[in-house]
């Protein structure tokens, strides 16, 4: 019944902003763990940024800190993922991914629950 739909996916220019979406139901905020997942055209699978409502945490791959901004709306049920001074290295698809608090670890491996992601394309 825990259901994740990416959206906001599109393509911008190097230096450019986009503003991704996970939409979700089966679950509230604050009885699970979020993270965003990238999957580059190398096929390069890697973290991004995962939120923990419950307790206001966030966590940032070093790769986008300083750039992206995880945050949740519990009565929208959405958790949005910002992203500032993009690159063509962060063209992937992006997916979101939900556990149940408290989470055994940020792996992907331990997220049971996947939405089927959204393309972000940064070219000239």
């Known amino acids: 019944q825990v259901q994740l739909v990416e959206s906001g996916g599109g393509s911008v220019q190097p230096g450019g902003s986009l503003t991704l979406s996970c939409a979700f139901s089966?679950?509230?905020?604050?009885?699970?763990?979020i993270g965003w997942y990238r999957q580059n055209p190398g096929k390069e699978f890697e973290g991004v940024a995962s939120i923990i409502s419950s307790e206001g945490d966030t966590y940032y791959a070093d790769s986008v800190k300083g750039r992206f901004t995880i945050s949740g709306d519990a009565a929208k049920r959405t958790v949005y993922l910002q992203m500032k001074n993009l690159t063509p290295e962060d063209a992937a698809v992006y997916h979101c991914?939900?556990?149940?608090?408290?989470?055994?670890?940020?792996?992907?491996?331990?997220?049971?629950?996947w939405g089927e992601g959204t393309q972000v394309t940064v070219s000239s």
């Open positions: 089966g679950f509230t905020l604050d009885a699970y763990a």
């Open positions: 991914a939900a556990q149940p608090y408290p989470l055994i670890s940020w792996s992907a491996a331990d997220f049971e629950s």
